[in-house]
């Protein structure tokens, strides 16, 4: 593909994804799930899995009317990459601001800002750009560390055992 139609397709996906911010900050359920194809699916920090436009809209809608309400994204891009013709690996860097509380497990940095990082799958159907899957991950803070509110600090691949051990599941130690 030569390189100007490259940036012509880049202008596109950028303009899908400040779409997919803007809808965010707008608590725009419906607008927000545009950004998704119908048979999209979104993995959560927790490893907990939405499948479809519909389910990934409905759980950000319930995300808007409790913990999240009021609160406002910014991404930027950490890098991309061409995996085929019409698909195309985004990775986010996620700031979310003004959340009314953390998520369980959650953790905020000293400005009150929950950063995370988004690994979006884009495929292009018809000349438009959507997300067909994300993996959204939470950094940790320091592994084996109880958060401020008494919960453990984990990731998604990691079962706690112990406060001072992590045990991946399906790994021995």
């Known amino acids: 593909m030569a390189k100007h139609e490259d940036d012509h397709e880049w202008v596109a996906v950028t303009a899908m994804l400040a779409r997919f911010i803007e809808s965010w900050n707008r608590a ?12 999209a699916e979104l993995v959560g920090p ?8 519909a389910a990934i809209a ?8 409790s913990i999240f309400k009021g609160s406002r994204i910014g991404a930027t891009v950490r890098g991309r990459r061409r995996l085929g013709p019409d698909v195309l690996l985004v990775d986010l860097d996620l700031d979310l601001r ?10 905020a940095d000293a400005y009150g800002v929950i950063r995370s990082h988004l690994k979006n799958i884009l495929t292009q159907r018809q000349g438009t750009w959507r997300i ?3 993996l959204q991950s939470i950094p940790l803070l320091n592994p084996g560390v109880l958060a401020s509110c008494g919960q453990p600090v984990y990731c ?13 599941p399906g790994l021995t130690q």
Do not use: K
């Not at 998604?156 to 991946?168: A, E, G, I, K, Q």
């Open 28 to 39: 725009d359920g419906a607008a927000y799930g545009e950004s998704y194809w119908s048979d």
């Open 46 to 53: 927790s490893g907990q899995v939405w499948t479809g436009r």
């Open 58 to 65: 409905r759980m950000h809608m319930d995300l808007w009317d």
């Open 98 to 107: 003004d959340a009314h509380q953390l998520p369980p497990g959650g953790h």
């Open 132 to 134: 067909l899957s994300v």
């Open 156 to 168: 998604s691949l990691c079962t706690l055992t112990d406060p001072n051990t992590f045990v991946t």
